[in-house]
């Protein structure tokens, strides 16, 4: 089956001559010369595939050209060169009318600042996507008390935007996003204005609805924390260009550039690594008594493991087949250092 | 010289206006006073302009473009400019919307008269309705305040409207209304289009900048001429001059609001699949919809400020009997009609703010009659008291004061105004007039004669070298240009008297409004209480200023220079009160750690923190007092607006002279803008606020 999202070679240059200057540079890209002639590099040459229901998450400084990547994706602005394949149709190509009807149909996107319409309540916010659609007043309403209900906002439907918290208001913007049923969602710094404590709460909050839901996610986010805990897959950017593309466990364990290893040397280790990540092959010897799961994350099963003194059978949790052992020594590493 | 010395003048821009003033003292006082001297005056080698501008306007009118138009009376084709004929229709159609909005008010079944001939009503007597009965307006009023705002609001309006109908100004009111109602969605629809696209094309947004900056700073007469050529007298007149002035704050208002909406509600509007009108309409506008309908507010205020200036044109209403008792020096009259522009300039205000903050309830499920209960309310009243008008119609003998109470029979308070006006009068007669000498004599004299005698290169330097200092040579020589302009016309001799009223208001306004904000506006009850001060007298329209001071001191300097003061105070001193609350907290708090006395935190931190803002205020006084001085012609003053003012009776050149001289206005306050701009903006750099 194709990716639903797919790029390829997406260069996103903004200046006068960016076009000319791209065509004679012939695809190697250098930042500081553009720079030198007027022109700031957004995106430098990302490739990259996301599956349908994965959530692929983009994380980068200020800067970093991450932002402009997602623009790029749901072509709020348009790529300078490369082909954006969504569902194996190049979005670059399409016109404006393809284009509305394929941000209706197929796309929804949560912004950093909640943007939601200061004019219109949150019943009317949410119903918005669905009325310039041309559903009718009624169904809409119907659908959006439905989305109300699912962010757990019941009961402030007719409250404006200005008389939320942040947090709510970004539940807000959520149901807003899904409220046409999108397959693709798009999520630009959802929680990065919102305090610690109701970031996290937001985060579970995410990950339940996408358990529900399982769309196809493309997340924007500066916090390499929120990454390591949300993603499948993590693109890690620095002056547009992706420095690293994996999962959060081969990112701890093999950072790619110095860059990456910055972000990744404080992660506590045991609190992002599943089990699978360090894993030996099968072993005879492994204890009868015990098992864990290759997805189990390792601080949530170290005690379990260090307590048996054992080597213990890793299976996997869809069919409870055995995939490998564990050795507690290598937890002890994870845990301790080495 | 020594180069240490040198560098500290280009560092110090106080040394600079130093050496700036010395150099203009030098040369003030060295060049001779002689008509062949260039220094001293430049020739008006542009005195062709204001002719040059009316041929223009003759040959649009009666030459250009000729186009054959079937003349039904004669029965056959004639030649006529296209362009006459477009104005000739902009006129009729305005003044067929006023007249269907006065008539339906006013006039009962003579509303048929405007749509079919008028012999129709005749022959067919059997149709006839009575017009609307001020009661049934007064209980209109109540109804809508309290729809829109509850019950205060009701009552303002119903009481307004009360007081408007008993003390006899129902017609004059509601003649005023229906060009408000008439000129308000055009300067909306104009306003607005022309925002929009402003904002979509930022070419358009850069020429439309300097056309609205003059727009903006033209006094209102000088449009007054030129629009009486084009477009002859009538209501029609006044509301095209209406629209001039109003339409620009709508623009700017418009451009404004779409500006600051976040580029991420843009997005998002069109992640939701928005198709183009579906942005335009459904996003953009309503998140502007604050700034849009503050706009609307401001089109309103304009309007009414404009009533009176619109009679000399031909516009009938409350502005055209303010006029005729202020000519007549009926002051007491004069106030009431100036009352009752208030009161509706109130009202409008009002309803307006709260239409803009009323909602929408989407799960309220009401019945016909519930939703509608205040219109069935409103209608049942229009029958009652139309049928209780008419019936008492035989009870009184000439004049059915259930209709409407003429201006003659309604209550007045005239004679106590009068009264109290020549107790004034005779009580103070000796001070007033003793302080108008000693001004007029001592400080008006005396600055208008420097003003006058000072040398057109003398002038130039000064404003030059200032806008140099505190810009770049780019902006010195926009300040030069546009002065080179007013030099070169034969009447720079009145500019200067302008500039002398002008610059002694601004002056005194922004001291006034300086010393107002930094008392009151210093705690944060003290500044709400103020500004909603200045919100009060800011839908004063301007001419009511010059009631009062006519009769305190006459018709001199002083009367204009007095009101042209008060209303340009307040702009400055809502400006310094707003500079002051932009001045951060924790300075505030640095301050009382550091153990500064009131005053030191005043001098140190509050008004270099606010400094800016509040040159922004004062570039607001010197347009305001510009617009007063030029206003004061009205009551005879001998600057340029006496002759913009004269220019109403003068046919052969009025149009060229009065365009070209509101210009002149127009330069002046814009030359203004410049350099204080400039000076505000760097200073916001330097404190890094910007």
Redesign the interface.
């Known amino acids: 089956m194709s990716p639903t999202i797919s790029c390829d070679s997406v260069y996103k240059i903004f200046g006068a001559n960016a076009n000319k200057l791209l065509a004679d540079s012939n695809g190697s890209v250098d930042a500081k010369q553009f720079q030198e002639a007027g022109c700031i590099v957004g995106v430098n040459n990302a490739s990259f595939d996301v599956e349908k229901g994965e959530m692929l998450v983009v994380m980068g400084l200020s800067g970093s050209g991450k932002s402009t990547l997602l623009?790029c994706i749901?072509r709020?602005t348009d790529a300078t060169a490369g082909k954006i394949l969504v569902d194996g149709e190049d979005i670059c190509l399409m016109n404006?009318k393809q284009l509305?009807?394929l941000?209706?149909e197929k796309?929804?996107?949560v912004?950093?600042?909640?943007?939601?319409?200061?004019?219109?309540?949150v019943?009317?916010n949410i119903a918005?996507?669905l009325?310039?659609?041309g559903v009718s007043?009624e169904n809409s309403?119907y659908k959006a008390l439905e989305m109300v209900e699912l962010v757990g906002l019941k009961g402030r439907?007719?409250y404006?935007p200005r008389e939320l918290s942040g947090g709510q208001q970004q539940r807000v913007?959520i149901a807003?996003?899904l409220a046409?049923e999108p397959d693709i969602w798009?999520l630009d710094e959802p929680f990065s204005a919102l305090d610690p404590l109701i970031r996290k709460e937001m985060q579970d909050e995410f990950l339940r609805l996408q358990g529900v839901l399982n769309k196809t996610i493309m997340f924007v986010t500066h916090d390499f924390d929120e990454a390591l805990r949300l993603a499948d897959r993590i693109a890690i950017m620095k002056d547009g260009i992706i420095e690293q593309l994996d999962t959060p466990g081969n990112i701890v364990l093999n950072p790619a550039t110095d860059y990456v290893k910055k972000f990744t040397e404080d992660v506590p280790r045991e609190k992002v690594l599943k089990i699978e990540s360090i894993m030996d092959p099968k072993d005879t010897n492994a204890s009868e008594n015990l098992k864990v799961s290759k997805d189990d994350i390792i601080e949530s099963v170290a005690e379990k493991i260090l307590n048996s003194k054992e080597i213990i059978k890793v299976i996997d949790p869809k069919d409870s087949s055995e995939v490998g052992s564990i050795n507690p020594s290598k937890v002890i590493k994870v845990l301790f250092g080495g | 010289m020594d180069k240490n010395y040198l560098e500290t003048i280009r560092n110090s821009k106080p040394a600079q206006f130093g050496i700036l003033i010395l150099i203009f003292l030098i040369l003030y006082f060295l060049i001779p006073q002689s008509e062949n001297n260039y220094l001293w005056r430049l020739p008006s080698v542009l005195k062709g302009i204001p002719l040059a501008i009316n041929n223009v306007i003759f040959n649009a009118l009666y030459e250009w473009f000729p186009l054959k138009v079937w003349d039904p009376v004669f029965e056959m084709y004639e030649e006529k400019a296209a362009f006459r004929e477009f104005t000739k229709a902009v006129s009729q159609g305005l003044l067929f919307l006023i007249t269907v909005v006065r008539e339906l008010l006013l006039g009962g079944d003579k509303i048929i008269d405007v749509f079919v001939s008028d012999s129709w009503l005749k022959e067919n007597d059997w149709l006839s309705w009575p017009a609307l009965p001020w009661t049934a307006t007064t209980v209109g009023a109540f109804l809508l305040g309290y729809q829109l705002n509850g019950i205060r609001l009701g009552l303002l309006g119903g009481i307004g409207a009360l007081y408007i109908s008993v003390f006899g100004n129902y017609v004059p009111s509601i003649q005023t209304l229906s060009f408000v109602l008439i000129t308000t969605p055009i300067c909306f629809v104009l306003g607005l289009s022309f925002g929009i696209w402003g904002y979509l094309d930022k070419k358009v947004e850069t020429a439309l900048q300097p056309v609205l900056n003059v727009m903006q700073t033209m006094p209102q007469f000088a449009y007054l001429v030129p629009i009486i050529a084009l477009f002859g007298l009538g209501d029609h007149a006044g509301s095209i001059a209406t629209i001039i002035i109003a339409t620009p704050p709508m623009i700017r208002n418009t451009i404004l609001g779409l500006k600051r909406i976040?580029p991420?509600?843009v997005?998002?509007?069109?992640?939701?699949?928005?198709?183009?009108p579906?942005l335009l309409f459904?996003?953009l506008i309503?998140?502007a919809?604050r700034d849009i309908l503050n706009g609307v507010n401001t089109v309103i205020m304009q309007c009414l400020a404009m009533v009176v200036i619109a009679s000399f044109v031909g516009a009938k209403g409350l502005g055209l009997n303010l006029k005729i008792a202020l000519n007549s020096l009926k002051i007491g009259k004069a106030a009431e009609a100036g009352l009752c522009i208030v009161i509706i300039a109130v009202i409008l205000d009002r309803f307006t703010k709260a239409w803009a903050d009323k909602?929408k309830?989407?799960?309220e499920n009401l019945t016909f009659f519930q939703r509608y209960k205040l219109l069935i309310i409103f209608a049942i009243s229009v029958v009652i008291f139309s049928i209780i008008a008419f019936i008492s119609g035989g009870y009184f003998d000439k004049i059915n004061y259930l209709y409407v109470i003429p201006i003659e029979k309604g209550l007045t308070i005239a004679h106590y105004i009068d009264g109290a006006v020549d107790w004034v009068w005779e009580t103070f007669f000796y001070s007033l007039n003793s302080f108008n000498k000693f001004l007029l004599t001592q400080v008006l004299g005396p600055m208008k004669h420097a003003y006058l005698g000072m040398p057109v290169i003398a002038t130039f330097t000064l404003a030059m070298g200032a806008a140099y200092i505190v810009g770049n040579a780019r902006t010195a020589l926009i300040v030069g240009g546009m002065l080179l302009f007013i030099a070169l016309s034969e009447y720079w001799d009145r500019a200067l008297i302008t500039m002398y009223m002008g610059s002694f208001a601004v002056i005194m306004a922004s001291l006034n409004g300086i010393i107002l904000g930094s008392i009151f506006g210093r705690t944060e009850r003290g500044g709400r209480i103020l500004l909603s001060f200045c919100d009060f007298f800011e839908t004063f329209p301007s001419f009511v200023y010059l009631i009062p001071v006519i009769f305190l001191f006459n018709i001199t300097d002083t009367s204009v220079l007095i009101a042209a003061i008060v209303y340009a105070t307040v702009p400055a001193t809502r400006y310094t009160v707003w500079g002051l609350k932009s001045v951060p907290l924790s300075l505030h708090e640095a301050g009382t750690m550091s153990g500064v006395s009131a005053f030191q935190r005043w001098t140190n931190i509050e008004i270099p923190i606010a400094f800016p803002t509040v040159m922004l205020g004062v570039n607001q006084t010197v347009v305001f007092s510009l617009q007063m001085v030029i206003l004061g012609a009205l009551i005879g003053t001998e600057d340029l607006g006496q002759i913009i003012f004269g220019a109403l009776s003068r046919t052969k050149d009025g149009a060229g002279v009065a365009l070209t001289l509101g210009i002149f206005v127009s330069l002046i306050a814009i030359c203004v803008d410049v350099i204080v701009r400039n000076w505000a903006e760097e200073r916001k750099k330097a404190l890094g606020l910007a």
């Open positions: 623009r749901s709020l404006n509305v009807e941000r209706r796309m929804g996107m912004f950093q600042n909640f943007a939601l319409l200061p004019h219109k309540t019943i009317e918005f996507p009325q310039v659609k007043t309403m439907e007719n404006f913007g807003r996003s046409v798009f | 976040s991420e509600v997005e998002a509007g069109l992640m939701s699949g928005c198709t183009k579906q459904k996003v309503p998140a919809r909602q309830d989407y799960f």
